[in-house]
C-alpha cells in the first residue's frame, strides 16, 4: 500500500510535463490519496504555472505549501 506518491518534473518541458502529469493519473494506484509533484522555481515559472493550473478529475484539491517548487495534489476517493 502507498499512500503517497512523488513526481518529479525537473527537466521536463511543458508538453512534456502535462503528458507525464496525465499518464501518471491515470494510472495511479487507488490507494494513493497525496501526489506531490516537484516542479521547481528557480529556472522559472513556467512548470510550477502549468501544475498549479492543470486540471484533472482525480484531483480533489491542490495545497500550495510554503516549499515553492513543490504543490500537493489530493486524489479523490472512488
Known sequence: MSYYFRLDLHGQT????RKLLDATL????????EVEVIHGYHQGT????????????KIQQKILGLNQG????LIRKD
Open 14 to 17: 511543458l508538453d512534456s510535463a
Open 46 to 57: 513556467a512548470l510550477r504555472t502549468l501544475v498549479r493550473n492543470y486540471k484533472h478529475p
Open 70 to 73: 513543490s504543490t500537493v495534489f
Open 26 to 33: 491515470k494510472a495511479l494506484p487507488a490507494d494513493v490519496r
